[in-house]
């Protein structure tokens, strides 16, 4: 017998059936292995191949759970985004408590957060993933800056202008202090925000020569 054949892998004893695969504990293990490769490699330039190469299986193994690269980034993404709109279901905290829970959010999984947060615009299949982070990120936005209700449309215009320009400081602080290049820790990045959101909301009705508009009541800590 040739001692370097390969050992055949045990599929249970005859006659009785193998072993059921766990198929979304084999799919959970894909989507952590692709978040490694696609932040070594660069959403753009990682392949399924290399998927597989880091879980040491076939390639049409993972092609099974997901069919397409596509389907994979959907798969990561759509995480991310289903935690956002869970978030944003959550009662106000008071200023600076929306970056406080992002980063909070995405401390389990800071690698994929970082994957939507610097690398999705660059890649095409997580375009649209990045696309639907900015609609959501302004929705939950302009609530700090809502027009009163009989306000005209210049008005109503400036203020959504108000809620898209400080969509990209939200993802640049987010990023930052997940990657924690920002230099604060916690109280003090959640202070900083809180002072910086409070003086462009108040600085956006100035300009409108408008009374800000009531916000609810902090949550009780």
């Known amino acids: 017998m040739n001692s370097a054949a390969k050992v055949p892998t045990p599929r249970g004893r005859p006659g ?6 766990d198929k979304a504990a084999r799919g959970q293990a894909v989507l952590d292995a692709a978040v490694e490769v696609f932040a070594e490699k660069g ?10 190469n880091r879980l040491g299986v076939a390639k049409i193994l993972i ?6 690269r596509q389907s994979l980034i959907d798969a990561l993404f759509g995480q991310v985004l289903a935690q956002l709109e869970a978030s944003g279901d959550q009662p106000w905290g008071g200023y600076g408590s929306s970056i406080a829970r992002l980063i909070e959010m995405s401390r389990a999984h800071p690698k994929l957060g970082l994957l939507l947060l610097r690398d999705a615009r660059g890649a ?6 990045r696309e639907a982070l900015e609609a959501l990120l302004t929705q939950l936005i302009e609530p700090f ?6 306000a ?10 108000a809620a898209r320009t400080f969509m990209p400081f939200v993802i ?8 924690g290049s920002d230099g604060m820790n916690d109280e003090t990045r959640t ?16 300009a409108l020569d408008l009374e800000p508009a009531t916000l609810p009541p902090p949550r009780a800590s």
């Open 63 to 68: 092609y099974r759970l997901y069919p397409s």
């Open 145 to 150: 800056v809502a027009p009163p209700p009989n």
């Open 172 to 179: 640049e602080a987010w990023a930052a202090g997940l990657e």
């Open 43 to 52: 959403l753009q330039v990682a392949t399924m191949q290399d998927v597989a």
């Open 191 to 206: 202070r900083w925000f809180g002072e910086i959101v409070k003086a462009w909301r108040e600085a956006t009705y100035r």
């Open 16 to 21: 009785q059936p193998k072993p059921r695969v």
């Open 124 to 129: 095409p299949e997580a375009a649209a993933w």
């Open 152 to 161: 005209s449309e210049a008005v109503r215009a400036t203020c959504r202008h």
